[in-house]
């Protein structure tokens, strides 16, 4: 896990590109590392980490095994319309009206033009009772994906808030994604010609 500049205690003011160097930086760390499965990365990302991590995985086919999103908006521009309500008009992607405030935006995380682009696997984890990003948000994300990438996984939880689907969820949710990593990205069998000497734990990148 890893604070962004300008989050946490880290020094700094975040924007979107600066966040998203932080991230490579955390995953290039990563995969530098001699004690665990750098074959194995797996990127988790929630509300804006998402945002964060489908960019990460969309840059590194070859260092991101997998991707996990849950309660993810589709871009910054469609969340001011939804927090913001007498903006939705004039402001947003999918907005219907002349989109005149766009570009005041300086990071829009465009989820919904990333997330079809991602070759990995993907799991999304809707939380059905979600307060902040509307569910529609993931809806919407996933049809996206799936119209480009056969392996992708959608899985809502009726009773989960934005950041809680964890918690209500329950097993239904651990064992969602144990089976998603079971399936896509399985632990190396022991063998004598491996010639890994990496052991067989994988390595999540979690962004918060």
């Given amino acids: ?25 955390a995953l290039d ?3 530098q590392r001699t004690d665990i499965d750098t074959s194995r990365i797996i990127v ?4 804006l980490g998402g945002a964060v991590g489908a960019v990460l ?4 086919p070859d260092k991101v095994a997998a991707i996990i999103l849950e309660n993810t908006f589709t871009s910054i521009l469609d969340m001011a319309g939804v927090l913001l309500p007498f903006l939705k008009w004039f402001i947003g992607k999918n907005s219907k009206g002349p989109k005149i405030l766009n570009f005041l935006v300086r990071s829009p995380w465009s989820t919904i033009d990333v997330v079809g682009q991602i070759k990995q696997p993907i799991l999304f984890l809707s939380g059905l009772q979600d307060e902040m990003v509307p569910p529609v948000h993931m809806q919407m994300l996933y049809a996206k994906a799936a119209a480009h990438n056969r392996r992708c996984l959608f899985v809502d939880f009726p009773s989960g808030m934005h950041m809680d689907t964890w918690l209500a969820g329950g097993d239904h949710y651990w ?10 990205v399985p632990e190396k069998k022991e063998n004598g010609s491996s010639g890994n000497n ?8 979690c962004i918060a």
């Fill in 1 to 25: 896990m890893l604070s962004y500049r300008g989050y946490g205690a880290s020094d700094g003011y975040p924007s979107q590109h600066g966040i998203t160097r932080d991230a490579q930086a």
């Fill in 29 to 31: 760390h990563l995969s």
């Fill in 44 to 47: 988790f990302g929630r509300s």
């Fill in 57 to 60: 995985t969309k840059n590194n």
């Fill in 175 to 184: 064992r969602t994604i144990q089976q998603f990593l079971e399936q896509y």
């Fill in 198 to 205: 990496n052991d067989s734990s994988s390595s999540v990148k």
